[in-house]
């Protein structure tokens, strides 16, 4: 078979750290600042090269047919501890817990905002189980982004619980800047929170494919009689 190279990126943006912070070294019961890493580190440089080929974006589809999905429903995590992730998840992001299943009968917690949910669910090698990467602060790596209306209000929220954090922007040369936060969840996974707003997207083609939910909420949310 024969090897796709083509590069379906756009053409490279020019990338600049603004400023890397951490928050205090301050430590007690209530924080995760031991989860987070002993240095707050990470590549600011990166972004892809090569020019968008029309001909190879049409081609792209080709035997693609429409598919009925609608949104992202949820994200699973494995976890060391649940208890220490609901309390993550639910201070640190404003996460809500929500009732699970009960033919679910295996350790764990589901958690639901911002259209969103998040599955948590207790390893059964926790006590040997090593953090994803407790190293770090590296944007490249592997992560989930939250889009934040109020970059200053979670930076805050972030120093109040002692979570080691990297912050950058990028984008600024082409008039459209973008503030990074990337900090680590208790299990070493990587959270994103910006401001992507700023940043137009831009469809190479295929318009009529995108699909945004609008009018129907996924999943279903009951209102009344939440206990």
Known sequence: MQSCRTDWSTPKARIKRRRTLCASDDRSENTYAGEMGEECKGDANGGGGGV???AAIEKLYEDVPPMP??????????????DASVRFYVKALGFVLVHR????DFSGAWLFNYGVGIHL?????????????????????????????????????????????????????EGSPIDQLFFKDPDGFMIEICNCENLELVPAGALGRLRLP????????????AE
């Open 121 to 173: 669910v207790q390893r059964d090698d926790a006590p040997r189980a090593a953090d994803v990467n407790p190293g770090e602060l590296d944007p490249m790596d592997n992560h989930i982004s939250f889009q934040c209306e109020d970059m200053g209000a979670l930076e805050k929220r972030l120093k109040e619980m002692g979570i080691r954090y990297m912050k950058r922007t990028i984008n600024e040369e």
């Open 101 to 104: 299943p009960p033919a679910l």
């Open 69 to 82: 999905l609608m949104a992202l429903n949820h994200i699973s995590r494995l976890c060391k501890s649940v």
């Open 214 to 225: 609008r009018d129907r909420h996924n999943p279903p949310l009951r209102m009344d009689g």
């Open 52 to 54: 968008v080929d029309p």
